[in-house]
């Protein structure tokens, strides 16, 4: 059973940085793709970056320039950094994985496996 543990949310003014990490444990040996969530209270869970076993990267509009996803294959963790941060990134972020290639769409549904989350508060 895969599990996901994030880690390194908190909170930060506007402009500033944070970098999220997620530990993953459990693997079977696919070639898993791995990504980034967050939700607001009230609206719906939206992708925010993935990345493919080959590296391949995909970013939602409203993160690129800003946000950075990465895999540290060897200590099977992701990392995402945040910079320029805004407001409007305040959210639960979750840390999310299946053993396919990565979605054209970052969509809940394709993924299997998800993290706790952890809270990004972002201030004005």
């Known amino acids: 059973q895969v599990q996901l543990v994030e880690s390194g949310g908190g909170s930060v003014q506007a402009g500033g940085t944070l970098t999220l990490s997620c530990i993953a444990s459990?693997?079977?040996?696919?070639?898993?793709?791995m990504g980034w969530f967050r939700q607001d209270p009230g609206k719906e869970r939206e992708g925010v970056a993935a990345i493919d076993y080959d590296g391949t990267r995909n970013y939602a509009d409203s993160v690129k320039g800003r946000f950075t996803i990465s895999q540290d294959k060897g200590e099977n963790t992701l990392h995402l950094q945040m910079n320029s941060l805004k407001p409007d990134d305040t959210a639960m972020y979750y840390c999310?994985?299946?053993?396919?290639?990565?979605?054209?769409?970052?969509?809940?549904?394709?993924?299997?496996?998800w993290g706790q989350g952890t809270q990004v508060t972002v201030s004005s």
């Open positions: 999310a994985a299946t053993p396919y290639l990565c979605p054209d769409q970052l969509v809940v549904t394709a993924f299997n496996y």
């Open positions: 459990g693997y079977t040996g696919y070639q898993y793709c």
